[in-house]
């Protein structure tokens, strides 16, 4: 009569046992991950680069891009899945009916002015922002050439807010001149622009190169809690994959707590995903300690500044009207994985 018992009992502790390996060999989701090369995105490297993304059951393959509206192009078309880069692309993105869902920051206040060695002369001492850009026009006879990324983007917007609302330039002494990330760079090196909106590692590498070039003002100062990089999936992956998605979160959050208290181990796996021959690791960990690398993986925190800044694109016609953010920010991923 105890045989009958004791197989059950037999039979429930292996289950016990085959229960985890089972799980253990469960095949990781594959996602396709649209990224810009930029420190911005570093939490995303150093999540993949430590295992952390595999560990949450994803299988990531990544495609780089010059900027958040050539990605949105990708993700319309459902080339990729998770679109890390600026928010402001994205209520453009949803406005035009894409289910596109922010799941996690990664870092905000990126973007900084820098000035070439014939502009930054003029804010020297402490001088105000626009007579700077007036006397530049004065004595060149032209208006200052800063460089910057597409209409829509962040970078671009970052830059018309504090051009105009900021430093009250007369828009007859600045031209707003748009191209992708690494021309932005190589213009400001070779002085075919004299300033531009940059974030790292550009700044890091273009001061290092050139010390003439010069920061002018910091991405607080361009606009308040301007909101920066972020972590987006679509709605059919999320729908798909909601476990990947808290894996994917989690990840997000160990790599951004990396970057903030041992910068010279995440260093190692961003240099990995941005160095290409380039730059070194010291360079990269100078970036990531720089006033322009502010990590955060709370989507909650830029909520509001994102609605500031999508009011901000109205104004300016990059955006036809205000988009409800409902929708937008999906926020429980993020409490799930900070409250365990």
Known sequence: MRLPVLATCLAAFAGLIAGPALAETTAPAAVRVGVIPVIGAAPVFVANGEGWLKEGGLAPTFTTFESGPNMIQALASGTIDVYV????PLAVARSKGIDVRVVAATAIEEMVFVAGPKLAPYF????DKAEA??????????????ATQPPGSVPNTTLQHWLWQVARTDKAHAEVVSMGIDATQQAML???????SIREPALTIVQLRNPAIKLIATGGEMFPDQPGTVVAVSGAFADR????????????????????????????????ALGKGITDVATIQKALTSPAARFTADPRA?????????AYQVSIGTLDKDVPLDGLFEPRFYEKAVAR
């Open 124 to 127: 020297a001492n402490g001088a």
């Open 302 to 310: 830029i909520v509001a500044a994102t609605k500031a800044m999508q």
């Open 85 to 88: 880069a600026g928010v402001a």
């Open 190 to 196: 070779a002085g075919a622009v004299d300033g531009a």
């Open 133 to 146: 850009f007036r006397a530049f026009k004065a004595k060149e006879g032209r208006a200052a050439r800063l």
């Open 241 to 272: 994959n909601p476990a990947a998605v808290e894996g994917l979160v989690k990840a997000v959050i160990r790599a951004t707590d990396l970057l903030k208290t041992d910068p010279a181990r995440a260093a190692v796996p961003v240099e990995a």
